[in-house]
């Protein structure tokens, strides 16, 4: 049974810092993208940013602005997300994503396989 386990939320003053992690089992890590995802209250699923199989290549959405970094151990199967310069717009549930593919990254919701049951970020002004 694949599994994915965020942790690393909580809450942070505008202009803080948070890393997020997300522990996998369940499956051969290093088969699969990851990606991360937010929900923020009343809005649809975001994409936050994504990962290759190995690490080499990533992609953020377009709020990102080389605020967040995406980075993952194969060794360890899991993925982080560095997140800084928080803003109070960063507040969200964030969910980790694990797509099967060693072809590249994924930046689409819905070409995951597994999701995460997410973690509160919540960032004050």
């Known amino acids: 049974q694949v599994q994915l386990v965020e942790s690393g939320g909580g809450l942070v003053q505008a202009g803080g810092s948070l890393r997020l992690s997300c522990a996998a089992s369940?499956?051969?890590?290093?088969?699969?993208?990851m990606g991360w995802f937010r929900q923020a209250p009343g809005k649809g699923r975001e994409f936050v940013a994504t990962?290759?199989?190995?690490?080499?290549?990533?992609y953020f959405g377009v709020f990102v602005k080389g605020r967040f970094t995406i980075s993952r151990d194969n060794a360890k199967n899991t993925v982080s997300l560095q997140m800084i310069s928080l803003k109070p717009e960063d507040t969200a549930v964030y969910f980790c994503a694990a797509g099967r593919t060693t072809l590249g990254y994924i930046r689409d919701a819905a070409s995951y396989d597994y999701w995460g049951q997410g973690t509160q970020v919540t960032v004050s002004s």
């Open positions: 990962i290759n199989w190995s690490g080499s290549s990533t």
């Open positions: 369940g499956l051969t890590f290093s088969n699969y993208a």
